[in-house]
């Protein structure tokens, strides 16, 4: 047989074998082709099951609890991408994967929740695994929203040490 003809059926030879050895890898190991789990928005409702204290208290004494209807209040004479530019506050996780969408689409991520602190939480819901969620809770989370202008604008300021729950 000729060398070059023996190359060709050498490289053909190592190509099908390594073509099935991936395909093999693949299917003996779905791990390899699922695609990594996303961590969704899910609203503080879920929160209550396993945090019932914490929740209570938090509808009961934070005002981001209810802070869709200051969105309500101030609706009027707004213009569409102003009333847009306080969902990003005002809602949960508005312009991130999973994140609030419309309140007809997305009505239990409207207002402000759990998960504005403690970060989305479905994989922390599915699994009860504390390492999906944001444990500690820093000032930087708060000052995501709570910027200098804000806080003079509206007169409030982080209320991370008061303890919502």
Not at 24 to 29: C, R
Not at 105 to 133: M, R
Not at 156 to 161: D, L, V
Request: net charge positive; hydrophobic share 30%.
């Amino acid at each position: 047989m000729n060398k070059k003809i023996q190359n060709i059926y050498v490289r053909t030879w190592w190509f099908a074998l390594c073509l099935c050895l991936l395909v093999f890898l693949v299917f003996s190991f779905p791990s390899f082709a699922e695609e990594k789990k996303e961590n969704r928005y899910m609203g503080s409702d879920s929160c209550k099951s396993c945090h019932e204290a914490q929740y209570i208290s938090f509808m009961r004494h934070a005002r981001k609890s209810r802070s869709f209807k200051s969105i309500q209040k101030m609706k009027k004479g707004l213009t569409e991408d102003e009333i847009q530019g306080c969902y990003a506050c005002h809602t949960l996780g508005y312009g991130k994967p999973g994140g609030f969408i419309s309140p007809e689409k997305t009505p239990e991520l409207k207002n402000a929740g759990c998960e504005v602190c403690h970060g989305p939480g479905s994989i922390h819901i599915e699994t009860e695994d504390s390492a999906y969620i944001i444990r500690n809770v820093t000032i930087d989370i708060c000052q995501e929203c709570h910027i200098e202008e804000r806080v003079q604008a509206f007169r409030y300021k982080p209320i991370i040490y008061a303890g919502s729950h």
